[in-house]
């Protein structure tokens, strides 16, 4: 079974630019999640989608937001890019909303110029 | 709200030796608890988890690790070290219904001949 997998592998954007970053679930997984990986704060959770609906959401700003679609694909979206938007962006999928085990993409090397 | 705490930012042993990771964490509600393994420039591997039952969970790769409430510790081991096994570890904890993983700020194993 393929795995979780994120596209584009790697974006160049300079500051004000928008992004918006997709991501495919394992077949059969309906639960999205996203996480920012950066050098200095780690890991850290962005947000969850289930049945096309936020579920959750960690502590980032409103320019960050995302969606889900009726096949369980996903995507985020950053407007108005910051220096500090660069990171890493990890998806990852669950079977279901409370299956807490969640499976990673490569991710989505995002640089801000 | 819960945390992880991951000792020692690098981890350094011979080919061969033992490896031991440190992970405690910090839980009002009792935890699932995972352990990823990231190589440069991919993103996280499942290692191992625990949800409930036995306290000694096997991985992939030979690694283990022992859910210790009295200690709020879960430990990675591993017998044998491998120039395989150089890459970063992190700990990530979740609670109750949501899927959503705090983790730790890694560890980053180097394994020398």
């Known amino acids: 079974k393929a795995g979780v997998t994120q596209t584009p592998r790697y974006l160049i954007k300079t500051r004000g630019q928008q992004v918006t970053l997709s991501c495919s679930p394992i077949?059969?997984?309906?639960?999205v999640s996203w996480y920012q990986q950066t050098p200095g704060q780690g890991l850290q959770f962005l947000f969850e989608?289930?049945?096309?609906?936020?579920?959750n959401k960690g502590n980032f700003p409103g320019r960050f937001s995302g969606r889900q679609f009726s096949n369980s694909r996903s995507e985020m979206n950053v407007s108005t890019l910051e220096l500090g938007d660069s990171a890493l962006y990890l998806c990852a999928s669950s079977l279901e909303l409370a299956s807490n085990t969640q499976y990673f993409g490569p991710g989505t090397r995002l640089t801000v110029l | 709200a819960q945390s992880v705490t991951q000792l020692g930012s690098h981890v350094s042993v011979s080919e061969g030796a033992l490896v031991l990771l440190r992970c405690n964490y910090s839980s009002s509600v009792p935890p699932y608890l995972f352990w990823y393994v990231q190589y440069p420039n991919q993103g996280l591997q499942l290692l191992l988890k625990?949800?409930?039952?036995?306290?000694l969970v096997k991985g992939i790769n030979g690694f283990e690790a022992e859910f210790k409430k009295s200690e709020t510790s879960f430990h990675l081991t591993k017998p044998s070290a491998h120039m395989s096994d150089a890459a970063e570890y992190f700990c990530a904890v979740s609670v109750g219904t949501a899927s959503k993983l705090t983790f730790g700020t890694g560890t980053r194993l180097q394994v020398t001949l």
């Open positions: 625990y949800t409930t039952g036995a306290t």
């Open positions: 989608y289930f049945s096309e609906t936020q579920r």
């Open positions: 077949s059969g997984h309906r639960s």
